[in-house]
């Protein structure tokens, strides 16, 4: 089992950066795929970007060539650096973690994170 504690949401101006952690218990971090996931009030969760076992990335394309998910199994913690912000990135932001999957699916996800808000004015 691992617990995910997210951090680095906050208040940004359109076209700026943020950079989001997810830090997870546990001393078998690595064998985990993670992923991003983000919501807004009403709508469902959906899909950011996903990091495997070995390092391969997947995202979604709204975000593609703006933001980086990246993994150092070394201090168990899941980053996503996002640039170029745009006001329709406004959600709140999970880490997931699953032993088996890898993918865009938030349903096939074991655990999540609380969650950190993510706004970006236009």
């Known amino acids: 089992q691992v617990q995910l504690v997210e951090s680095g949401g906050g208040l940004v101006q359109a076209e700026g950066s943020l950079r989001l952690s997810c830090a997870a218990s546990?001393?078998?971090?690595?064998?985990?795929?993670m992923g991003w996931f983000r919501q807004v009030p009403g709508k469902e969760r959906e899909f950011v970007a996903a990091?495997?076992?070995?390092?391969?990335?997947t995202y979604t394309d709204a975000v593609k060539g703006r933001f980086t998910i990246s993994r150092d199994n070394a201090k168990n913690t899941l980053s996503l650096q996002m640039n170029n912000l745009k006001h329709e990135d406004t959600a709140v932001y999970y880490c997931?973690?699953?032993?088996?999957?890898?993918?865009?699916?938030?349903?096939?996800?074991?655990?999540w994170g609380q969650g950190t808000q993510v706004t970006v004015s236009s």
């Open positions: 990091i495997s076992w070995s390092g391969s990335t």
């Open positions: 546990g001393r078998t971090f690595s064998r985990y795929a």
């Open positions: 997931a973690a699953d032993f088996y999957y890898y993918g865009r699916s938030s349903k096939e996800y074991d655990f």
